[in-house]
């Protein structure tokens, strides 16, 4: 059953990307950051050996930039108003390519496992559940999988907010799908989430992500128990 993974991304443009890690990142600082994270990623996931689209937000220089950091990537531009219908349309348009099972995954989460990407492959294509879940800290979720169109799951909901998985868990249930959830992980959203022991473990291999941040040295360390405004 062919299988296929989508990584959203937009274009690291200073103060549009990972706003809630200013002030203690000025607004350069951050980019750069997502700048790693979203190569970190791409790396990565190479290794499932699945087709990999990259849906990008367009914007000036975007579609420049992700050819250049997505060697092996097929790229698309989000199409749709708000992250509910341009999920959405990403998944109606992988699935008319003759898909089996789609992942979809943002690029918070640099260091993810992928034995949970390819858990979530293994266990829709046995027909134990019709979505996977993988659950964040802050209330969202970090992937969401499916093997057929399910357009109900993004309706309505607070994107953005700690009600992102519980309100994504009630459309499965209206719609009569059988939803599980994968171990849980951790988004790099926060100033908190900088000094995580993850991120600074020497065997961590989100590498540029981590040799950034171990770059900025004491401005990281001083974010430890500040939330940002």
């Given at each position: 059953?062919?299988?296929?993974?989508?990584?959203?991304?937009?274009?690291?443009?200073?103060?549009?990307?990972?706003?809630?890690?200013?002030?203690?990142?000025?607004?350069?600082?951050?980019?750069?950051?997502?700048?790693?994270?979203?190569?970190?990623?791409?790396?990565?996931?190479?290794?499932?050996?699945?087709?990999?689209?990259?849906?990008?937000?367009?914007?000036?220089?975007?579609?420049?930039?992700?050819?250049?950091v997505?060697?092996?990537?097929?790229?698309?531009?989000?199409?749709?108003?708000?992250?509910?219908?341009?999920?959405?349309?990403?998944?109606?348009?992988?699935?008319?390519?003759?898909?089996?099972?789609?992942?979809?995954?943002?690029?918070?989460?640099?260091?993810l496992?992928?034995?949970?990407?390819?858990?979530a492959?293994?266990r829709?294509?046995?027909?134990?559940?019709?979505?996977?879940?993988?659950?964040?800290?802050?209330?969202?979720?970090?992937?969401?999988?499916?093997?057929?169109?399910?357009?109900?799951?993004?309706?309505?909901?607070?994107?953005?907010?700690?009600?992102?998985?519980?309100?994504?868990?009630?459309?499965?249930?209206?719609?009569?799908?059988?939803?599980?959830?994968?171990?849980?992980?951790?988004?790099?959203?926060?100033?908190?989430?900088?000094?995580?022991?993850?991120?600074?473990?020497?065997?961590?291999?989100?590498?540029?992500?981590?040799?950034?941040?171990?770059?900025?040295?004491?401005?990281?360390?001083?974010?430890?128990?500040?939330?940002?405004?």
């Amino acid at each position: 059953m062919p299988r296929a993974l989508l990584i959203f991304a937009r274009h690291p443009s200073p103060g549009r990307v990972k706003t809630r890690l200013s002030p203690f990142l000025s607004p350069q600082e951050a980019a750069q950051l997502y700048d790693c994270m979203v190569r970190d990623l791409v790396a990565r996931t190479a290794a499932l050996g699945v087709d990999r689209y990259l849906l990008y937000e367009e914007g000036e220089g975007a579609e420049a930039y992700f050819r250049e950091v997505g060697s092996g990537l097929l790229l698309i531009p989000q199409q749709g108003v708000g992250l509910g219908e341009r999920l959405a349309n990403a998944f109606t348009t992988l699935f008319s390519r003759g898909y089996g099972t789609l992942a979809v995954v943002g690029t918070d989460s640099p260091d993810l496992p992928l034995p949970f990407i390819q858990q979530a492959y293994e266990r829709l294509e046995s027909g134990e559940a019709d979505v996977l879940l993988g659950p964040t800290e802050d209330g969202g979720y970090y992937l969401l999988a499916l093997r057929g169109e399910e357009p109900e799951l993004f309706r309505e909901v607070p994107w953005s907010t700690e009600q992102v998985l519980e309100v994504t868990l009630q459309r499965a249930a209206e719609a009569g799908l059988r939803c599980e959830l994968l171990p849980g992980w951790y988004d790099v959203d926060l100033p908190s989430d900088l000094t995580r022991p993850e991120l600074a473990d020497p065997g961590h291999d989100a590498c540029r992500t981590r040799n950034y941040l171990l770059s900025l040295g004491k401005a990281v360390h001083q974010t430890r128990g500040k939330s940002a405004e």
